[in-house]
């Protein structure tokens, strides 16, 4: 007999896999003939954030300003990202994507990953936009724990993520049930109340 938590554990992994063929299916054509790499996955799970995170109107210039999705730092997704968002839209925003440095004015984003390449700077990042709407993404180690909302982890090569929720709240960010549903979700600096 399977536990609670085993098929728990199962609807979860079934339903990140749906939720990351979605966004798969927009993918090139070519990408669709392999195994997704790491970082084709994580493409893919940025690009479905857009759709399952509402940001306050005042997060946008106007009602036709695009989604900003920002990467700071070492850009491992190559051109898998931008094609994967080429010609979508959410919620009748175009996406685009910049790349930035760690003294950009980083708040103009919506999304913005930050590269493991940025680790040392993480606290001073995330400082560095206190107050504004933007959902703030990692896979360095520690990220959620240190106030970003969501950090991508690997369980047994699977990619994951965590959801400071705390984080998100503070800037009125509105992540769906839908998606927390899919990661584990903690509250506050340092973990607490996982």
């Not at 339903?15 to 084709?40: D, F, H, K």
């Not at 010609?87 to 440095?101: F, L, N, T, W």
């Not at 982890?153 to 049930?177: C, E, G, K, M, P």
């Amino acid at each position: 007999m399977k536990t609670k938590t085993h098929r728990a554990k199962l609807w979860l992994t079934v339903a990140g896999m749906i939720c990351v063929a979605g966004a798969l299916r927009a993918w090139p054509a070519w990408a669709q003939s392999n195994e997704p790499t790491e970082y084709q996955v994580k493409a893919a799970f940025l690009f479905n954030f857009t759709k399952f995170v509402e940001w306050p109107d005042a997060a946008f210039a106007d009602g036709h300003a695009p989604i900003v999705l920002g990467i700071l730092g070492d850009d491992p997704f190559g051109t898998d990202l931008t094609q994967l968002v080429s010609g979508q839209s959410v919620r009748g925003r175009g996406i685009v994507i910049r790349k930035y440095r760690f003294a950009d004015d980083l708040r103009q984003c919506h999304v913005l990953f930050i590269s493991r390449s940025e680790h040392t700077h993480v606290a001073s990042i995330l400082v560095s936009i206190q107050g504004a709407s933007v959902l703030t993404v990692s896979d360095a180690e520690g990220f959620a724990d240190a106030g970003g909302m969501m950090q991508f982890v690997l369980d047994q090569s699977r990619v994951r993520f965590v959801v400071n929720r705390d984080a998100s709240t503070r800037v009125h960010l509105q992540i769906s049930s839908k998606l927390l549903a899919l990661a584990q979700v903690i509250s506050g600096v340092d973990g607490r109340d996982r």
